[in-house]
């Protein structure tokens, strides 16, 4: 990994939250960033976190506090690079469907698994980007010798056509 | 110690036996527990179904931490029941055998935390 990851985990349940931070503080290139709510992770987003872990229900301490989709929605709204990992009490398909939808990266049920089914999901946000990052620098490159093919294309044939023109226009050979 | 309501495997293995993190996330539990079971109790008084769900569902991956095996159904009937409004008269019997598991599971926890000291 060539640069800490800035990880922010949003959960209104305070022993879910720690302990997330928790496990996924031992790994020495993730920097973890812990909010109560959606809205002050809406806030910071600004600070270009690489990803975000998102509770689906955050209203169990203030019931006026926004859901996890709708804060989902807009951090997608805001930058559709920020990848997304929903985490859920309710094992419903329904509600997996719903957040992937939405653009979620992955699902995760509170459970026992959650924490090393969370770790997972980085990881394979990691191998995804690392990936585009590799397919993306394979299409600069090909383009950049695509430009460079039409570019010595054009200098070759203007350079054949000026020899032409100094020959008098005739008895060019190439 | 020998426990006969609380299995401490998930949590032991979660914090690598780290005695002062498994005592931190037991302190927790002992705080939120008591807390949300009130607020629990306080909406089924008031018949508000869906702020009685929310508790019931926050609540339900913490007594799975603390390894309440035996409360882990019960938690998951009393969420199902008030999200769907269905079989509301069970409800007053599940929240208070739940509670009644909790309180025990909370005494055993506290003699943990003794021991982990």
Redesign the interface.
Known sequence: MDKDLLIFIVD?????L??LE??LSKFKHFKIKTFATGEECLAKINEKPDIIVLDF?L??VD?NAREGLDILKEIKEINDDIDVVMLS??DKMEVAVNTMKYGAFDYVV???S??VRVENAIYNIIKKNHVEGEANRYKKMMYAFALLFVASTIIVIFAVYLGWMKGGGTDVVL | MESTLVDLTFLENFTGGDKAKMAKYINMFLQYAPNQIGIIEQKLEEKDWDSLRVAAHSLKPQVTYMGIKSQEEVIKSIEHNSADGVNLEELPTLISSFKEGVNKAITELKEHLVALS
């Open positions: 209104d349940d305070p022993m879910q720690m302990m928790d496990h229900n209203d169990s019931r009490g309710q509170k459970n026992e959650a924490f």
